[in-house]
């Protein structure tokens, strides 16, 4: 029987808190029940092909396609795992809810995991088959989702077989699968991964504004695992209870400061709000008050401001009194026209700004792609900053989907460490 189900070395997430899994995992099961059999079936010509001939057609695959199954002399260097040897399978896909096929092992445990893969599983494989019906689950798995799957051998020789799950030409998460050194004299540790580690990975912050008011939903996000930045209205019903939420969670907090929109977009950015009438004083001592009524938040962005923020004159005293208060500023960016980021960076001061807002259209299918778009951007520039809201659709995606984000290797970071 399976010591462990998952690895989780790095997560410490549990999944029994966790809620129905989202598109991508919600078939899982049936997904690889369903490659269960689809293999089964072809082992009937499978079975009486060695385990080094189908390996061997591994060893030539036609970049960027998927593995040819049509001949090539069996290679007896291509073989894997051999009966009652062990197998690593090295992912950058989080593997609490893996293919039955993992689950199914005699015997698992986990291994050391490098910067490049999140989790390791070490599986030990008492028939040759095993193996075979691995690399079928999780073409299976992947394939379900429309990706192509491409493999090739990893770099060192006998180290092993890459899976890569290619969205074009995107790369959005691979599998590596090697043997462990065979019984007997000293072997090199673990293989290692064919493709050089990042020199450092993507990272993405998310930021949920306009909390304040509902409780119940700050709640809902605060339980989401990950250091996800809730940002809080001033002086709202429950805006004390909610500040007290994210650090009870260990959230990154901020100050959501009202600042004027423009007249036609016909939204009232509330009381307490900086207004472009205001005098540099007024403004410092408004904005002075709204931090002062959250203590210990990481920083502030603007609620709306499309008008206020476009202004200079406006923004000055604002940015001088963040940046006194050691805080950063991540400038929402509701205008085109915001001089926020680029008045902060002449300061001096730590400041931000936001890339993407998620949820622009409260469709979880849009959210789930504007998050991957997030990730997308952190890769291109090392980082990015999405902005959403407490909406139903929201919480669910972030709840149901947020691992996306690291099976797409981008890394969840407090915004703190980004705005700076
Ligand atoms: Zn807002």
Not at 320 to 326: P, Q, S, W, Y
Request: aromatic share 6%.
């Amino acid at each position: 029987m399976p010591r462990k189900k998952q690895t989780g070395k790095k997560s410490g997430r549990k999944s029994g808190s966790r809620k129905k899994p989202g598109s991508f995992f919600s078939n899982l099961i049936f997904f690889s029940s369903l490659a269960g059999l689809l293999v089964f079936a072809g082992w009937i010509t499978l079975l009486y092909l060695p385990l080094e001939k189908f390996l061997a057609k591994n060893q030539q695959p036609s970049p960027g396609k998927p593995i040819s199954q049509t001949g090539s002399r069996p290679d007896p260097e291509a073989v894997l795992a051999q009966k009652g040897q062990k197998l690593l399978l090295k992912t950058q896909m989080e593997l609490t809810r893996s293919p039955s096929i993992f689950q199914r092992q005699p015997v698992f445990s986990d291994c050391p995991v490098d910067e490049h893969y999140l989790n390791c599983l070490e599986m030990t494989f008492f028939s040759d088959t095993d193996f075979i019906l691995a690399e079928k689950s999780i073409r299976g798995l992947w394939e379900s989702e429309a990706v192509t799957v491409n493999s090739r051998p990893a770099a060192a020789p006998k180290s092993g077989l890459i899976l890569a799950a290619m969205n074009g030409s995107h790369r959005l998460a691979e599998i590596v699968l090697s043997a462990s050194a065979p019984p007997g004299p000293a072997k090199p540790g673990p293989a290692r991964p064919a493709i050089k580690p990042r020199s450092k990975s993507a990272r993405v912050a998310i930021v949920i504004d306009d909390l304040g008011d509902d409780y119940q939903a700050a709640l809902e996000l605060a339980r989401i695992p990950g250091p996800i930045a809730m940002s809080i209205l001033p002086f709202e019903s429950k805006s004390q209870e909610v500040l007290e939420l994210a650090k009870n969670y260990h959230k990154p907090a901020l100050l959501h400061m009202p600042m004027e929109p423009l007249e036609s977009t016909g939204k009232n950015p509330g009381p307490e709000a900086l207004l472009i009438l205001m005098s540099p004083e007024q403004v410092t001592l408004t904005l002075g008050k709204a931090l002062d009524s959250l203590p210990g938040i990481a920083g502030v962005n603007n609620h709306m401001g499309s008008a206020f923020t476009a202004m200079s004159e406006m923004m000055d005293p604002v940015l001088k009194e963040i940046n006194r208060r050691g805080l950063f500023f991540l400038d929402s960016r509701t205008s085109g026209r915001s001089v926020g980021y680029q008045l902060g960076q002449e300061l001096g001061m730590k400041i931000c700004e936001r890339k993407i807002f998620l949820d622009n259209l409260q469709d979880p299918e849009m959210i789930a792609q504007k998050l991957a778009e997030l990730c997308r951007i952190a890769k291109e520039e090392g980082f990015a900053i999405g902005i959403g809201h407490p909406y139903p659709e929201t919480i669910r995606v972030l709840g149901e989907r947020i691992d996306l984000l690291k099976s797409s290797g981008c890394e969840l970071t407090p915004i703190q460490e980004l705005c700076r």
